[in-house]
Structures are given as C-alpha cells and as structure tokens.
C-alpha cells in the first residue's frame, strides 16, 4: 500500500539539498528526525562535502537509531531541542522539524540565532510544518515540557479540519495518543508560521534583515536566511518560484481534502 499522508521533509529534499549546495554548508544540524527520511540524505550531501550532520531527536524511531549507529559523520543528540544547543558549534544550516508549537520554534529560532551570531554564520534554516495545520495551532508532542504560562489549552483526542477553528471530536486529523492540539487555531503566541513571523519581526526591527519563502505544499516549508548572506541572491532565485506558488497551493489543499475524507472513511469504518 503506497503511504497516503506524505510527511517528511524528504519530500523538499530537491529544495533543501540545493539550497544547503548553494550556501556551502557543512555541518548541518536537524531537530526532529523520525524514521530518518531526511537524516539519510542529508547525511549523504554532508559526506559528499566532506561534512557532518548533528540530528537531535529525544524519541526517534528505532530505523533511525539501526541507521544512525553506523554512520560514523552523523551525531545523534537524544534531547529535546532546547537543551541541545549547548552541544552544537559551527553548524552552517538548520532543518526544523520537532515540537510544532510557537514556545518550541521561537526559542529555537532565538538559540540558533545566537549560535550563528557566536560563530560567525549567517542564518539558514529550513521550518517544516509552517501551514496548516500546525502553522496557527499548536501542536504539543509532549505538553509537560511548554511552561504552562505559555501552553494553550490541548487535548489529544479532538480533531483539526480545515475551516474548523476549534477541535471536532471523532473526525479530522489528530494524533491517536502521540500529540496533542492546542484547542483553538489562531491568535497570539500559536503555531509554527506565528512563531516564524515573531521571530522575523526581532530580527527585522533589530536592523538585521532576514529573507523568507514558503512553500505551500506537504504542509508548508519555510526557507529564512539572512539577506546579507554571500548566496543569499542565488539562494533567493532557487525559492522563489516556489513562494507561494498559486497552483501548488491548491494542489496541497486537494491533497488534504482527499486524505480526511479517508481519514473519514476510516472513522465510519472503525465505527
Ligand atoms: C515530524 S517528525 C520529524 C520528521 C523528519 N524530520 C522527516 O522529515 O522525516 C517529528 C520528530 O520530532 C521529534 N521531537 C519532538 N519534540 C522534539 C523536540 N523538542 N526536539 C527535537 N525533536 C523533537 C519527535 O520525536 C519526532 O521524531
């Protein structure tokens, strides 16, 4: 049976591996790496460079762990993301893709702002998860580590549909025990693409510049990188036609509205 939710980041490996190419990187650090479908690519652009990856995951899937023990360029860090940076130094490009939730992505964002500013590397990241449905709405894969000040009431039963601010119960996309969804989509200090556009905002208001594209599909990609970065024009000219793209989006909203209705279909099934 063919997977019918794509999901992984390898999905814009064309993008990501271009555009980690363009800016030279070498050491390039990935938050999140599941089953390692991205891990695995980006640890062969990094050895063709003469590289390394640094993956941090606190739970990745047993096929990462098999894969990861023998690739003697790679480094597993088994933490959450906010208590890694302190083992990471000279990495050249960032792929984002762990905790979907605006206080796990800003402070990301910060962290690695600062690393860059420490060791004297523009800023390069990938963010995945910048659309719906976890781009307003938070997504918490283990809710005890948010600061209850900045958690927004969950549940990890209810369902997230287009359209549907709050949570359905029974229907829509939801995490079968592994995640919970912030209740209600929208509003300050929620998702992925406001914690993006918070971050953007600092930095903009600071006098450092930063460029942003988006890919609307599987998800959403964003690509935020320094406008004063030597490759960021030829990087610029890589993304752009992507930004955004019109017909993309709606081939990703199409996608979506076919994987419910099996997720539908599944549901009346079960029932
Ligand atoms: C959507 S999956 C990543 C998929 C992978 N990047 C890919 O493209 O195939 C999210 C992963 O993030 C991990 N994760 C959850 N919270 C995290 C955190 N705070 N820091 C780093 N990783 C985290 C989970 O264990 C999970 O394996």
């Known amino acids: 049976m063919p997977d019918l939710l794509i999901h992984s980041m390898s999905e814009f490996s064309d993008i990501i591996l271009d555009g980690l190419a363009i800016a030279k990187a070498e050491h390039v650090v990935e938050i999140g790496a599941e089953y390692g479908g991205m891990s695995t690519m980006l640890a062969n652009y990094a050895l063709e460079q003469g590289g390394r990856l640094t993956s941090i995951d606190p739970l990745p899937k047993p096929e990462f762990l098999d894969w990861v023990g023998g690739a003697d360029h790679v480094t597993h860090i088994g933490k959450p993301s906010l208590a890694a940076f302190d083992e990471i130094a000279d990495a050249d490009a960032w792929l984002i893709d762990g905790d979907h939730n605006w206080f ?34 938070d997504m918490y894969y283990a809710p005890d580590m948010i600061p209850e000040a900045a958690r927004h009431p969950h ?16 229907r829509g996309f939801r995490g079968m025990g592994h995640f919970a969804w912030a209740l209600h989509e929208g509003g300050p200090k929620n ?17 450092r510049e930063l460029a942003y594209a988006e890919v609307p599909a599987v998800f959403g990609l964003g690509v935020l990188f320094d406008l004063d970065a030597p ?22 909203a199409n996608r979506l509205a076919n994987y419910l209705t099996v997720l539908d279909f599944q549901d009346r099934n079960a029932a």
């Open 104 to 137: 796990t992505v800003y402070h990301e964002l910060k962290a690695i702002d600062a690393l860059c500013e420490r060791d004297g590397k523009p800023l390069l990241a990938f963010l995945h998860d910048v659309a719906w449905p976890s781009g307003r709405r």
């Open 155 to 170: 549940d990890f039963d209810g369902g997230a549909l287009p359209g549907h601010g709050s949570l359905v119960r029974g």
């Open 191 to 207: 998702g992925v693409k406001t914690a993006v556009e918070d971050f953007i905002a600092e930095r903009n208001e600071a006098g």
């Open 231 to 252: 490759w960021s024009n030829a990087l610029a000219d890589l993304v752009i036609p992507y930004h955004e793209n019109r017909l993309i989006a709606s081939l990703e």
